[in-house]
């Protein structure tokens, strides 16, 4: 029996940090900005941290930036992250415009606001939570929630109820029981392929 999931992406309070641009932006920001964004669409997260301002790399170290980056991706049930045009540098945020693929949602547009220090060669990026998914404010962040919608019937061939309604009763429930199955957690050697589909750790499947 097929069963449908309901879900919500919403955006979360968190706490954001602000940017000074010192110099006029040129050439060798942009470029440092286009690095950026092309190892973010190759999940470089190294080499994406590299380009982080030095009080940002205080602030964060890298292996806690690359679950950050993978955690947002994986609420999201993104699968690419592809740049498609620097919008802009103005003041001290460049915005980025990405074409989003994911699991639940679809394609996505959205343009990722980079917070900025420094200029020229030397920009780098400000490490805050809208750096984390393309489409985040500075005072944002993802959350995801996923409900079962209610479970259908289950007919025979001829038209017959077998199990009904959310307790899924039935007028012969010897035959229903042996095939309407419970939700339980999934098997454990299979948690992480739930989880990369997009199922929340605590969810419950068919078995």
Known sequence: MARAATVLLVAAVAVGVGAH????????????????????????YAAMWELLSPASQRRIGSAQFATALADAARTATATALEPRKLVA????????????????????????????????????????????????????ALTRRSTLAPRGSLLAANGQVLAQGSALTSPIPAVAGAIVGALEPPPAGQAAQFAAAGYPPHARVGV
């Open 89 to 140: 540098i103005s003041g001290s945020v460049a915005r980025e415009r990405f074409v989003v693929s994911t699991t639940m949602f679809g394609t996505l547009h959205e343009v990722a606001a980079l917070p900025l220090t420094g200029g020229g060669a030397a920009t780098r990026i400000v490490f805050g939570p809208s750096i984390l998914f393309p489409g985040l404010g500075p005072n944002q």
């Open 21 to 44: 641009l010192l110099a006029p932006p040129g050439p060798a920001a942009r470029a440092v900005v286009s690095r950026y964004v092309r190892a973010w669409s190759h999940h470089d």
